[in-house]
């Protein structure tokens, strides 16, 4: 079987990101895959934009008829090129953590945009967007922690080509001449999926840490046993000396 690569560049700016309203047309669509036909969707009532994602569609509702949300802008600076999965093994899992517009923006400061509207400086990363795919990945994680038979079944029901854009090639390693299979996505968004993708199709177990809630690998690759309860030493320690506490 040939060997699965993740083949991915992408961009941050040195000069730094900000967060601001932005007044946007309505029925606004974030991430939509670009290979399919989108449905004909009836419009609901308070809704301004729709959210694609392996898991479906989410509608975005807005309480004012003229929304202002919130986007991440970049301030300009020359592009930095790097390549966020070289570097981070499970950025999926530190995806997962995003919960509030402020993480939106702290994780763009760390890890660059989401999509290529975020190297648009005009116009800019949607914050809602990307909280629905947080929210999506999580549960994902969620769904994935019964037995086998209830992955195979949610595994089965995730769309099919859910990535807006995804270029598949077959390559030789010069080194190996083994044959490899070349993934390269177009977004970091894309990217976090592909990877999260990967690290569960290969047996990986995302279990939530007992102390503070977040999504953490466990397994070989990981460093941490199988049935790790915690995501680190440090939160282990932590839980149980609140434990004790509690006791006392």
């Not at 999965?85 to 923006?105: Q, T």
Request: aromatic share 10%; proline share 5%; net charge neutral.
């Amino acid at each position: 079987m040939a060997e699965l690569r993740i083949d991915f560049e992408w961009w941050r700016d040195p000069a730094g990101y900000r967060m601001s309203e932005t007044k946007i047309d309505p029925h606004l669509i974030y991430h939509p895959p670009k290979h399919r036909k989108l449905p004909d969707l009836p419009v609901l009532r308070g809704q301004w934009g729709l959210v694609y994602h392996p898991w479906g569609i989410r509608v975005l509702r807005g309480l004012a008829r003229n929304h202002y949300p919130l986007h991440v802008y970049r301030n300009g600076g020359e592009l930095a090129p790097y390549r966020p999965l070289d570097f981070f093994n499970s950025l999926y899992a530190e995806f997962a953590k995003v919960r509030v517009a402020d993480d939106v923006l702290h994780f763009v400061e760390r890890f660059g945009p989401l999509t290529r509207d975020g190297l648009d400086t005009r116009r800019g990363e949607l914050v809602d967007g990307v909280l629905a795919h947080a929210d999506a990945m999580r549960d994902l994680f969620v769904f994935l922690s019964g037995d086998r038979a209830h992955r195979a079944k949610v595994i089965a029901d995730l769309q099919l080509s859910p990535f807006a854009e995804l270029e598949v090639t077959l390559e030789l390693d010069a080194a190996t001449e083994d044959v490899k299979l070349r993934l390269c996505p177009t977004s970091l968004l894309d990217a976090i999926w592909l990877q999260a993708a990967q690290e569960l199709s290969s047996g990986a177990a995302i279990r939530q840490c007992r102390y503070c809630g977040d999504w953490f690998e466990t397994g070989a690759r990981s460093g941490r046993r199988a049935d790790a309860k915690f995501c680190s030493n440090g939160h282990r320690i932590a839980f149980n000396s609140r434990k004790r506490s509690q006791g006392e």
